[in-house]
Structure formats: structure tokens, C-alpha cells
Nanobody, 129 residues
Framework: VQLQASGGGLVQAGGSLRLSCAAS???????????LGWFRQAPGKERECVVA????????YYADSVKNRCSISRDNAKKMVYLQMNSLKPEDTAVYFC????????????????????WGRGTLVTVSS
């Protein structure tokens, strides 16, 4: 599967943004079997998981820093995964990546970048104060 993230840009603090990630190279049925995650990396910092979902949606992970502000959703028919971010803060500024794994991702490893096999190019989100 190939992934391509989009939707980044410059937004003022307090604003909202929805990132999209399009998958290609697989059918919608196959895409539905992927665990999916959104990660971000700010300058000088390690890549961190923002939100992630198991393929069934039964397990979800949210970073403490984005709880109640962000949500992940997917449209398997369209082979898309989305990251909705609200009440954005300057500290949310980072390059955001989508990632996928075509195996079961248990709750304990959803947030681990090393668990994901497929990565898209990032999209830059800049939040101004």
C-alpha cells in the first residue's frame, strides 16, 4: 500500500484542520484490514503517535496532548483515513505522517512507530500563536 497525506497548512491557534491520507495499491477490502495511525514529528523531536486505530476500530490510541481535540476516522470504500484536529495549539506544529500495518495491532502497540510497515510522506502543519 502507498500512502499520501495532505491537508496541512498554516492555521491560527484555536483553529481546526482535517488531514487526509489516501491509500493506493490495494482494494478497499484489503485496506479495511489495516491498522492505521497518524504520527507527527516536530523539529528536534522524536516522531510521536497522535492517534491510531486498530483495523476493527475496537482499539484506539490518543496521545495525552491531543485527547478531546483530535479524532481519527476512516472510509474503507474510499481508502482514506482522516485526522480531525480542533483547538489547535502552537505546540501542534509538526510534520504529520499517516502509517499503516496490514496485521492486527493490539492496543499495547498502536502507538509504536516501529510496528507500522507503511508510511506516507508527511504534510506540514503550522499553528501560529
Amino acid at each position: 500500500v502507498q500512502l499520501q497525506a495532505s491537508g496541512g497548512g498554516l492555521v491560527q491557534a484555536g483553529g481546526s484542520l482535517r488531514l487526509s491520507c489516501a491509500a493506493s495499491g490495494v482494494s478497499g477490502v484489503t485496506f479495511s484490514r489495516y491498522g492505521l495511525g497518524w504520527f507527527r514529528q516536530a523539529p528536534g523531536k522524536e516522531r510521536e503517535c497522535v492517534v491510531a486505530t486498530s483495523r476493527s476500530g475496537g482499539s484506539l490510541y490518543y496521545a495525552d496532548s491531543v485527547k478531546n481535540r483530535c479524532s481519527i476516522s476512516r472510509d474503507n470504500a474510499k481508502k482514506m483515513v482522516y485526522l480531525q484536529m480542533n483547538s489547535l495549539k502552537p505546540e501542534d506544529t509538526a510534520v504529520y505522517f499517516c502509517a499503516a500495518k496490514d496485521q492486527i495491532l493490539s492496543a499495547g502497540v498502536l502507538s509504536l512507530a516501529g510496528e507500522y510497515y507503511n508510511w506516507g510522506r508527511g504534510t506540514l502543519v503550522t499553528v501560529s500563536s
